[in-house]
């Protein structure tokens, strides 16, 4: 065994004896909402599929004409050649659905985070972020060198305090959070946070992952906490509800045009292939016209926690934190018996102590889907939270 085989073999043991070695099991999604594996069907709330969209046909359809006409890779940065005309027509779509003046788009809603924070802030800066921000948000903030500070979640209060204290001694400053949070699904206090921005100079920059063609009609998180909320800097991801892949970044004309010329996660990468810029355009479209379909999703999570007897739902996500992994995992597996697959989430993609299941509700899901998870939830899996 070579010294690094023995290191990897060495880690998964260690990481394996705390019950958070990962391993990836195959998924054949047969839908938005039912998933195979292992030979067994389950109903899948697990999938950030929100609407659905990644089996739509019309999104399917609009993806397989873009291969036909352009190809299936990009072929290029889009600084060089790989800059297809669909770019611009999703970009000018994003743009004026989240109320921006301009848009720029990246290979993934991760690739947007590293891509987009070096470029406004270095090592004489200054980032505040809430503590339970996406970890891209944190690669981000590591890249571009600027000084980091975490604030409470959700505490206004506490991120003012830091800013009191440090933002004197810095040149910018960036203030970060999640619009809606990805393994909590609470809503940012983003009227608050913009507030606190503009008595602070600093700059708000929120993503929107889970919030487009969800909340705020759609709009995302930003519309969702009133319309006239500035917010400097609104990034997202193609890859949830628009059942695409891919990232963005809606801003100001002239901050669009400095991040197309200086973010590295854009300049030096490949461009997005045109049918996921294609299948987000189809999916723009049907957000905007199917309003019934995008209030789903969120009346499903109301639904099912008012079953369960859990706090009301914020968001299409719905946490029930059982704190040890293992707990966790048995939680996973009392669920699969069940025919319900709701994946055990633990650290460090949430903080040590919480690891808990992370139940992701769609428009899809039946009455009948939502009710039989609930009877389990309550008789199984919150007396499991009790014992612990
Ligand atoms: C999923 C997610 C991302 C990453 O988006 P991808 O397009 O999947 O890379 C970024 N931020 C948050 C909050 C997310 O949940």
Redesign the pocket.
């Known amino acids: 065994m070579t010294s690094l085989d023995g290191f990897a073999a060495n880690k998964l043991r260690e990481l394996e004896q705390k019950h958070i070695r990962r391993i990836l099991v195959d998924t054949f999604r047969e839908d938005g909402v039912h998933v195979t594996r292992g030979g067994r069907q389950f109903t899948s709330f697990s999938c ?1 599929d929100y609407l659905n969209l990644t089996h739509h046909p019309a999104v399917k359809q609009a993806a397989i004409d873009a291969i036909v006409r352009h190809g299936a890779g990009a072929g290029a940065s889009r600084l060089v050649t790989g800059n297809h005309p669909l770019y611009s027509e999703l970009e000018a779509r994003l743009a004026a659905f989240k109320g921006a003046e301009a848009a720029c788009v990246f290979g ?6 590293a891509g987009i924070i070096p470029v406004l802030v270095g090592p004489d800066d200054l980032i505040l972020a809430d503590e339970l ?5 944190w690669a981000g903030a590591q890249l571009s060198r600027a000084k980091v500070l975490m604030f409470r979640h959700n505490s206004v209060e506490h991120a003012e305090q830091l800013l009191a204290q440090a933002r004197a001694g810095h040149g910018h400053a960036l203030i970060l959070t ?1 619009g ?3 393994m909590d699904g609470d809503r940012a206090p983003l009227a608050e946070l913009s507030a606190l921005a503009s008595r602070h100079d600093a700059w708000l920059m929120s ?1 929107d ?2 919030g487009l063609g969800v909340v705020g009609s759609g709009q995302g998180s930003a519309h969702a906490a009133g319309t006239r909320v500035p917010i400097d800097l609104q990034m ?5 509800a628009l059942g695409s ?3 963005y970044l809606c801003a100001s004309q002239p901050v669009i045009d400095l991040v197309r010329t200086r973010a590295r996660t854009l300049v030096y990468s490949t461009g997005l292939p045109p049918a996921s810029a294609a299948a987000a355009i189809s999916a723009l479209d049907i957000i905007a016209q199917e309003p019934e379909l995008v209030a789903r999703p969120l009346a499903n999570a109301q639904a099912f926690a008012s079953l369960a007897g859990l706090p009301a739902a914020e968001s299409p996500i719905v946490p029930v934190v059982l704190g040890d992994e293992v707990l966790a995992l048995r939680a996973q597996q009392v669920l699969e018996a069940e025919a319900l697959l709701v994946t055990a989430i633990r650290p460090p993609t949430v903080p040590p102590g919480t690891a808990r299941l992370r139940i992701a509700f769609t428009a899809g899901h039946s009455h009948h889907d939502i009710e039989r998870l609930a009877r389990v939830v309550r008789r199984q899996i919150l007396p499991m939270q009790v014992s612990a």
């Open positions: 950030n993934s809603g991760y690739l947007a985070n921000s996406h970890s891209c948000l999640d809606i949070f990805s993503d992952a889970h997202g991801t193609l890859s949830k892949c891919g990232g």
